[in-house]
């Protein structure tokens, strides 16, 4: 049974920064992708980042310039810089082995203004 288990989330001001981690279980020779997404309240969950096993990432225009997804094995992360009211959601890692993609619970980011 595959695991991913995010932590790293809190409460920070406008203008700070988080890191968010990410941990599988499992070979990271098996995973091909590693994504970040966010659900704010009463909003669709969205695309933040995602990295490829070749080490392509992608973001969302909103988070362009900010934030930074990187991988290490079977580990991720989410670098957030400058972060703004608007960021705050709660952030789940999704990590793809092979065919099936497992998401984590999620872990919490408030933002005060």
């Given at each position: 049974q595959v695991q991913v288990v995010?932590?790293?989330?809190?409460?920070?001001?406008a203008g700070g920064s988080l890191r968010l981690s990410c941990a599988?279980?499992?070979?990271?020779?098996?995973?091909n992708y590693i994504t970040w997404h966010r659900?704010?309240?009463?909003?669709?969950?969205?695309l933040v980042a995602a990295i490829r096993s070749g080490g392509t990432t992608n973001y969302a225009d909103?988070?362009?310039?900010?934030?930074?997804?990187?991988?290490?094995?079977?580990?991720?992360y989410l670098q957030m810089?400058?972060?703004k009211p608007e960021d705050t959601a709660v952030f789940y890692c999704g990590v793809q082995f092979g065919l099936r993609l497992?998401?984590?619970?999620?872990?919490?980011?408030t933002v005060s203004s």
């Open positions: 995010e932590s790293g989330g809190g409460l920070v001001q599988a279980s499992g070979s990271a020779l098996s995973i659900q704010a309240p009463g909003k669709q969950r969205e909103s988070v362009k310039g900010r934030f930074t997804i990187s991988r290490d094995g079977v580990k991720a810089n400058s972060l497992y998401w984590g619970q999620g872990t919490q980011v």
